[in-house]
C-alpha cells in the first residue's frame, strides 16, 4: 500500500512503542477502506495531551472541553498542488494522552489497544466515514471491530451491545 503514515509525540506520557502502534494502527484502518486506485496518500497522527486538544476542539469544534481523539480531513480544495504523483493528503488524527489513558482504565482496556481502537476511529473519519446516525454508526463501529480483530484487539463495542433482539436500555450515546 502506498500510504505514507507521519506520527510525531507533540506531549504526554505516550508508550515507547505508541508510533509504531499508531502506525500500525492507520495502515489497518487503510487496508480495509482505501482504494489503492487513488494514489499514494499521507497522513499524520499527532501524539498530544489535553491541553492541546482542549485547545483545537474549541477552535475548530466550538466545542470548550478535550476529546479523546480528534480528525481534521483536508478536501481537495485544501490540498497544495503538489504535481500528478503527489499523494493524496488525507489529513490529521490528533490523540489526547490524559483521556485516553483515563478512558482506558474506566474501560478496563490497555491503553495501546485504546490508542489503537481511536486510531483506527479517526483514520475512518478521515476516510468520510462518520457516526451522525445510528445507521452510520453501526457501519463505522463495524468496520472499527473488523479492523482491530485483525490487530488481535476486541471489539470496543462488545459490553454496549445487546443480544440480537433486545434492546440495551443502558447504552449511553457516544460523544458525537
Same mark, same amino acid.
Request: hydrophobic share 40%; net charge negative.
Given at each position: 500500500?502506498?500510504?505514507?503514515?507521519?506520527?510525531? %509525540?507533540?506531549? $504526554?506520557? /505516550?508508550?515507547?512503542?505508541?508510533? /509504531?502502534?499508531?502506525?500500525?494502527?492507520?495502515?489497518?484502518? !487503510?487496508?480495509? =477502506?482505501?482504494?489503492?486506485?487513488?494514489?499514494?496518500?499521507?497522513?499524520?497522527?499527532?501524539?498530544?495531551?489535553?491541553?492541546?486538544?482542549?485547545?483545537?476542539? %474549541? @477552535?475548530?469544534?466550538?466545542?470548550?472541553?478535550?476529546?479523546?481523539? !480528534?480528525?481534521?480531513? !483536508?478536501? @481537495?480544495?485544501?490540498?497544495?498542488?503538489?504535481?500528478?504523483?503527489?499523494?493524496?493528503?488525507?489529513?490529521?488524527?490528533?490523540?489526547?494522552?490524559?483521556?485516553? *489513558?483515563?478512558? *482506558?482504565?474506566?474501560?478496563?482496556?490497555?491503553?495501546?489497544? #485504546?490508542?489503537?481502537?481511536?486510531?483506527? #476511529? $479517526?483514520?475512518? #473519519?478521515?476516510?468520510?466515514?462518520?457516526?451522525?446516525?445510528?445507521? @452510520? *454508526?453501526?457501519?463505522?463501529?463495524?468496520?472499527? =471491530?473488523?479492523? !482491530?480483530?485483525?490487530? $488481535?484487539?476486541?471489539?470496543?463495542? *462488545?459490553?454496549? %451491545?445487546?443480544?440480537?433482539?433486545?434492546?440495551?436500555?443502558?447504552?449511553?450515546?457516544?460523544?458525537?
Amino acid at each position: 500500500m502506498a500510504v505514507d503514515v507521519v506520527v510525531s %509525540r507533540e506531549a $504526554g506520557d /505516550w508508550a515507547d512503542n505508541a508510533e /509504531w502502534l499508531c502506525e500500525r494502527a492507520a495502515l489497518a484502518a !487503510l487496508s480495509v =477502506t482505501y482504494d489503492e486506485d487513488e494514489g499514494p496518500a499521507e497522513l499524520s497522527v499527532v501524539l498530544a495531551d489535553d491541553a492541546l486538544v482542549h485547545r483545537l476542539n %474549541r @477552535e475548530y469544534r466550538g466545542k470548550d472541553k478535550p476529546t479523546n481523539v !480528534l480528525s481534521f480531513a !483536508l478536501t @481537495e480544495a485544501e490540498e497544495p498542488e503538489l504535481g500528478e504523483d503527489a499523494p493524496v493528503m488525507l489529513g490529521d488524527v490528533i490523540l489526547a494522552w490524559e483521556t485516553v *489513558a483515563r478512558e *482506558a482504565a474506566e474501560q478496563g482496556k490497555t491503553p495501546s489497544d #485504546h490508542m489503537t481502537h481511536l486510531v483506527v #476511529h $479517526g483514520v475512518l #473519519h478521515l476516510l468520510g466515514y462518520d457516526h451522525e446516525t445510528d445507521d @452510520e *454508526a453501526e457501519e463505522m463501529e463495524q468496520l472499527e =471491530t473488523d479492523v !482491530l480483530a485483525t490487530l $488481535g484487539i476486541a471489539d470496543p463495542y *462488545a459490553a454496549t %451491545r445487546s443480544p440480537p433482539g433486545e434492546p440495551n436500555l443502558d447504552e449511553q450515546p457516544p460523544d458525537r
